[in-house]
């Protein structure tokens, strides 16, 4: 009997030891959401004004490295398990990796590269909450561990870029269609590159809701590696960049101009593909588009992610830019099922133009609820003390 007692005891205890633990976590993550910070968004607006700014201008297609990023379908245990999470930089073997740079702790996976002259460049995803939002951080100079992990919706999420965007040069949103609602994409600013791990219509669709806002976002696949039963030809796919030096600052400000295009093309293929970008040029308000070898078809899309013209079974293609085109990309297909992505060439009002930026923090809102916060939480630890008096006199 006094054993049965005391395991009753110990079983009591841990599970109210479990009980305290869990409504300390509750407690810590409420005023955490609590305390986050409000921001004010204008309207976004469309890209407008007579200078068309084309990425690829001026730029050598001479000299052109691979970037291909390898993402886990079971992207934590997976890594944590197989060390499946692979980031490969080809850059004339000036760059190389530096594995012993890695760090797992809380879910965030730090990769180092350095080149020929001693630069370092640091690549991290941020995002381990169960909303699944997940941001790629280039460029990182420290890793931001702040996460909302239950819940996410406009002023969490815009919290989280603004936050990634103070410690490093870009940030990339991770396959937007899963976790970020159109509107959110219609408001949300501060990162520059949107990262798709398929080409299907509804995840390159992300992309066209960003760009139909005015937002200069430039698109980067990365591989997403499937297991079990394949259903059918896993598609790999890489981004070719047009770095003006051997540089890794040089690799950072090519993503940051959109001087990159990206390429997925079946597995079968994976040593023997050979397109290539030849030229992409605007001259005399018409855009022309040139690969090798021959493309059985160029697709030129603009606003809304409507389809402005095609042009099948060419080397080089043109379209006439028209006063009510935004922006302008072009998705070129080749008889092998290989498919290049384009960045968009856009309007502008004038060269180097900023990207839109909507969101400013709200002194006034975030301190008027604050207080708020901090006064409700008063008057319920005065309810449960009162409450706890009242249930040792009785």
Known sequence: MPQSQTQYSWSKFFFRLIGILLLFSAG???????????????????????????????ISLKNQKDLSFHLSAHHMADVLLNGRLRINLKYNDS???APKSMDISNFQFLHQFADSRGDLLNIYRHGYGITNDQQLCIGARKVVWTEYPVIQNLRYKQDIIEKLHRTSRLIALSDPYISYTENELKYLSGYHLIELTNTEDEALNSWDIALSNGHRIY?????????????YEQMLHFNHILAKSDTLDAVVQALDEGTFYSVTFPESLKNTLSVRLKSAVVERDTFFV????LAASFRFIGQDGKQLQISDSTIKAAYPIRKEDTYIRTEIAFDD????????????EELN???????SFN???????RGVYIVLIMLLLQLIYRWQVNKIKK
């Open 353 to 359: 133009q900023e990207r839109q930026k909507l969101s």
């Open 337 to 348: 099922g290989t498919i290049m992505f384009l960045n968009p060439i856009s309007r502008q």
């Open 28 to 58: 810590f993550t409420l005023v955490f959401y609590l305390a986050s910070p409000f921001y004010t968004f204008k309207q976004p607006q469309q890209f407008a004004g007579e200078f068309m700014y084309n990425p690829y201008a001026g």
């Open 95 to 97: 760059i190389v990796y």
């Open 363 to 369: 002194a006034t809102h975030t301190a008027l609820m």
């Open 290 to 293: 040139e690969v090798e070898p």
């Open 219 to 231: 698109l980067m696949l990365t591989n997403l590696e499937f297991k079990g039963l394949k259903l």
